[in-house]
């Protein structure tokens, strides 16, 4: 026979369900208890900043420190090698084309001057000597032409008085011909003493005209060489400030070295350094804007260059219209850059906590003002005041502003 086992426990077969559903509830109570302890911060309010989204104008642009410079700058280089004996004038020092900078001395160069003082020289009393001899020479001749131009008239007469003597018979035929014989002796000296003549004004003339020119070219090499002299003498090519000067007392400086560089101060720009994260969108023609002393100015991008070093390149702008008179070359000036339109948007007041975030996330507070819950944002652009956001907050909400260093990076931060 059968015996019933009864069970220890009926109720649970009736209420085990209820129990294993309550046994799982209580475990994910306890689960959300401590996640939401895990995931929460309590802070006071000491050293929070907060702030509201607004919705109003994003210009779109970068706050640059820029330094002013000259727009244009004239190198100073010796036109000659020597040895700096003097400087004139001192860097910083205003110039006018012609001052002298430095002043160099050259032996080999003072010695060159006085043997080309001497060749001249010699040359020139050898022209003289060559003129009188000439002259002289041109003299003699026409003395020589007097003369035969004198004998042929008396070999005329001499031949006339024969030829009529010799017509009637009254001397020999032999003397009558010696006469003829004579003139016409007397007629071929003159024509070859008139023909040197003419003949030797050619030469002179074409010999005086190759020595003067030899003489002028002489002058000219020594005007040349007086002209190296005054180059040891470095002068200022245009007016303007002397920037720098490298040259110093004793230096032996080469031909076509550079000692300094002159600044034109009737043009300005004004160099910035611009981070790498910019690279694609400034180019030239941006117009930007500074103010010093309480007179705005505005420039124009003239110049990018393309070299980047240490995450950042250079751009060049040129002031439009006067430069204050308080602004020096050296000088450093604040520069709002344009880099696009201005254009409505949501606004996020820059902070300490995008060290923290990346602009990825922030802490929102709710309307007591007592918790501040953590949500995903996106951002676009960005000037020195505002961030633009494109999703994540609306206008009217308060976020904290300052660092999040301590936060944890927590779901939500209670404020005490």
Do not use: C
């Amino acid at each position: 026979m059968d015996t019933e086992i009864k069970r220890k426990y009926p109720w649970l077969r009736k209420y085990g369900w209820w129990v294993a559903a309550l046994v799982v509830l209580g475990g994910l109570l306890a689960w959300g208890l401590l996640v939401n302890r895990e995931s929460s911060y309590t802070t006071g309010t000491e050293g929070m900043l907060t702030g509201e989204v607004s919705k109003g104008i994003f210009n779109d642009f970068i706050r640059l420190n820029g330094r002013v410079e000259t727009g244009v700058i004239v190198q100073v280089s010796a036109l000659e090698t020597g040895i700096v004996e003097k400087k004139w004038v001192e860097e910083g020092a205003m110039l006018h084309p012609g001052d002298i900078i430095l002043t160099l001395h050259n032996p080999n160069l003072r010695q060159q001057i006085l043997d080309s003082e001497a060749q001249l020289a010699e040359k020139q009393n050898m022209l003289r000597d060559t003129e009188l001899a000439m002259e002289k020479e041109r003299l003699q001749v026409r003395q020589d032409i007097l003369t035969s131009r004198m004998q042929l008239a008396q070999k005329r007469r001499a031949y006339e008085q024969q030829k009529t003597l010799y017509a009637e018979n009254l001397v020999s035929r032999e003397d009558y011909l010696k006469a003829g014989e004579d003139y016409g002796l007397a007629k071929e000296n003159l024509k070859l003493l008139e023909d040197r003549l003419r003949q030797d004004s050619i030469y002179r003339r074409v010999q005086l005209a190759q020595m003067r020119e030899s003489l002028d070219n002489m002058r000219q090499n020594f005007e040349l060489v007086r002209q190296r002299a005054d180059n040891l003498n470095v002068r200022a090519s245009h007016s303007g400030q002397l920037g720098s000067l490298t040259a110093e007392l004793g230096q032996n400086i080469a031909s076509g070295q550079q000692v300094g560089q002159i600044n034109i101060l009737d043009n300005y720009k004004v160099s910035v350094s611009i981070d790498e994260h910019y690279v694609d969108r400034v180019s030239a023609g941006l117009s930007a804007s500074s103010e010093r002393s309480g007179k705005k100015m505005g420039l124009n991008v003239v110049k990018v260059y393309p070299e980047i070093t240490e995450g950042k390149f250079k751009a060049d702008l040129l002031i439009d219209g006067d430069m204050p008179s308080n602004v020096r070359v050296g000088q450093s000036l604040p520069v709002d850059l344009l880099l696009g339109e201005s254009s409505e948007a949501v606004l996020l007041p820059r902070g300490s906590y995008f060290q923290t975030t990346g602009g990825k996330w922030i802490y929102v507070l709710d309307e007591s003002g007592k918790k501040a819950h953590r949500r995903e944002i996106r951002i676009g652009r960005q000037n020195p005041m505002y961030y633009e956001v494109l999703e994540g907050l609306q206008p009217g909400e308060r976020v904290i502003l300052s660092s999040y260093s301590n936060f944890g990076g927590a779901e939500v931060v209670n404020i005490r």
